[in-house]
């Protein structure tokens, strides 16, 4: 292990490794947050649409 070989190498894989937990994680996250503000866009429609059938239906303004 006194290489210089030996250490770059250990130093270029550390770094790779490093890089892709930051890429994977971000990109994790990405979708995440994309996947939330999916669903809370589903929840306002159903929102939406749930207070047009009581207006509908039963003549009420629901707030």
Known sequence: MNEPQVWVLIGVFAAAMFGMVTVVSTLFIHVVKTEI???????????????????????IDRD
């Not at 503000?37 to 003549?59: C, K, M, P, W």
């Open 37 to 59: 503000q999916s669903v809370h866009r589903r929840i306002d429609t159903l929102d939406r649409e749930v207070t047009a059938l009581y207006r509908n239906t039963f003549g």
